[in-house]
């Protein structure tokens, strides 16, 4: 029986730490709790939490 091919998993992780690295502080949360959500659970979690808690304004200058 053959597993997974390890660049696959790689490839799928990156797609999805990278848009929570992006969205995390915009919502006043770590970008580091962006690798939690190779964990499938944990990215459910964080999309909930993010949907319900308000955006923080950044200063961008």
Known sequence: MMGVPVPLVFIAAFLLVVPFWRLLPKHGM???LSFLTIVPVFAI???WIMA????VEIDKK
């Open 30 to 32: 770590s970008p580091y």
């Open 45 to 47: 979690l964080l999309l």
């Open 52 to 55: 319900f808690k308000e955006q």
